[in-house]
């Protein structure tokens, strides 16, 4: 599960960083956040578990739908 606080977890990327890989046509105030899930191969069922439950480690609940 993510942290509240953005600034406890280093997976969230500083502004900086945010405007290294993020293209620049894309306006950035369209930007909430940006968080790097765990680069194991279900990388894309994490973002979506995510995005829905607030918590990457439930990819496999995210999977089986």
Not at 29 to 45: E, R
Request: aromatic share 6%.
């Amino acid at each position: 599960m993510i942290p509240q606080d953005q600034n406890e977890n280093p997976r969230y990327l500083t502004a900086r960083k945010i405007d290294e890989v993020v293209d620049k046509s894309i306006d950035r105030n369209h930007i909430d956040s940006v968080y790097n899930v765990q680069p194991d191969g279900n990388c894309g069922f994490r973002a979506v578990a995510l995005h829905l439950k607030n918590d990457e480690d439930k990819w496999k609940e995210v999977r089986k739908k």
